[in-house]
């Protein structure tokens, strides 16, 4: 018998599902209540070798976009984040944690401003609209929080460059990395940023208007033949090495950024304002009593990891893997996870509990691996 997912308005499909459906799409996950493509019949091992040598088109549109735009949307997006928005450019991209009163983190979106009064954040996996909205309502702002039709798809890999030249033209070489500018497609212009969810170089296009989902696919898809184009997803393997956390993974609303390594997106000054910087400022004069590393672990290749796995140092609870893969480059398990202050030095040894019930010896590493 075959699973299939019962695709509706609450779980929603996207302008370019045709496409993926038709090339074998034989994963999906569930993502902002958005399908997220997930496996296309290949091994993780090989989707990991093809992302780090050719070319690869993903369908990211569960990456939705809370748009804040009016006069208070640049109020709004600072009070909803510790990172230093106020000198940010008009065509900048910032990686900004979001934080509640308790500094807990709600996710951790890509801002993009579109204007001075006009900002997209690019979100993770939790619902973050409700929380714009409450805010402004409550702060009586003069802002119109939507969810807006746009719907991203991710070029990744080393040909990425020549892939995107060979559609938009030579002006792509002009964006920097985490920057975006609009460039044309079929006289609609688009909103391109170099950016994406994988250490291999690559950008991102914001597609905002969904009839022409099918079109943009097949013009990157046909170009990329020549570069051994492929469709593809964000990589468990890459992911791990590159250190490239995953909210409800490596963190949750349980977490601060500080724990996470995100202190360098943090800003303390006494004139800026944000939702729970005072319990913020108190975990920074404490110090975190933990920290996401890496770890690396022996034996064979490890069991998938559904849900966390205890870390153990002379027999004493060190801290837990959330997510766990075999890496062929490296030769050894790979893990993400949390570690207590005591335990998490590079070169930590640590004993990993398996999902399958078996102990590995491992070693605590800082990220990206190398």
């Known amino acids: 018998m075959t699973t299939r997912l019962a695709v509706s308005r609450r779980l929603r ?22 399908v997220l493509p997930k496996g296309f019949g290949r091994s993780v091992e090989e989707d990991y070798w093809h992302l780090r040598e050719h070319v690869q088109l993903w369908d990211v549109s569960c990456q939705r976009q809370v748009e804040l735009r009016g006069p208070d ?22 990686y900004a944690p979001l934080i509640d009163q308790n500094a807990g983190l709600i996710n951790d979106p890509v801002i993009l401003k579109l204007a001075q ?26 802002v119109d929080v939507i969810e807006p039709d746009v ?14 030249e060979r559609v938009f033209g030579t002006e792509v070489h002009d964006i920097k990395f985490f920057r975006f500018k609009y460039l044309d497609f079929e006289n609609h212009p688009l909103l391109i940023a170099r ?45 791990v090495e590159g250190g490239l956390l995953s909210y409800g993974n490596e963190f949750t609303l349980s977490n601060n950024p500080l724990e996470c390594g995100f202190e360098s997106y943090c800003c303390f000054d006494a004139d800026l304002n944000y939702i729970g910087k005072d319990a913020l400022l108190k975990v ?71 999902g399958d019930g078996t102990q590995r010896l491992g070693e605590v590493t800082l990220l990206p691996m190398d």
């Open 13 to 34: 499909s996207t302008p370019y599902t045709p496409r993926v459906e038709a090339l074998g799409v034989s994963d999906y996950s569930i993502v902002n209540h958005t």
């Open 73 to 94: 949307a640049a109020t709004l997006a600072q009070l909803m984040t510790p990172r230093d928005l106020r000198s940010a450019d008009v065509g900048q991209c910032l």
């Open 117 to 142: 009064d006009h900002f997209w954040l690019s979100i993770a996996d939790s619902d973050v609209l409700l929380w714009a909205k409450a805010l402004a309502l409550g702060k009586s702002f003069t």
């Open 151 to 164: 719907s991203p798809l991710a070029v990744q890999g080393p040909k990425a460059d020549v892939l995107m």
């Open 195 to 239: 950016s994406g969810y994988s250490k291999q170089g690559g950008y991102e296009i914001y597609l905002n208007d969904s009839s022409l989902g099918l079109a943009l696919w097949d013009a990157l898809f046909d170009a990329g033949a020549e570069f051994n184009i492929a469709p593809g997803s964000p990589n468990i393997i890459e992911r």
């Open 284 to 354: 920074k004069s404490d110090g975190p009593v933990q920290h996401i590393r890496g770890i690396k672990f022996d034996g064979d290749k490890c069991p998938p990891c559904a849900s966390v796995w205890p870390l153990h140092v002379s027999g004493k609870t060190a801290g837990h893997i959330s997510t766990a893969i075999w890496s062929p480059r490296l030769n050894c398990n790979v893990a993400l996870g949390m570690l207590n202050r005591a335990y998490w030095a590079p070169g930590q040894e640590v004993v990993v509990q398996c």
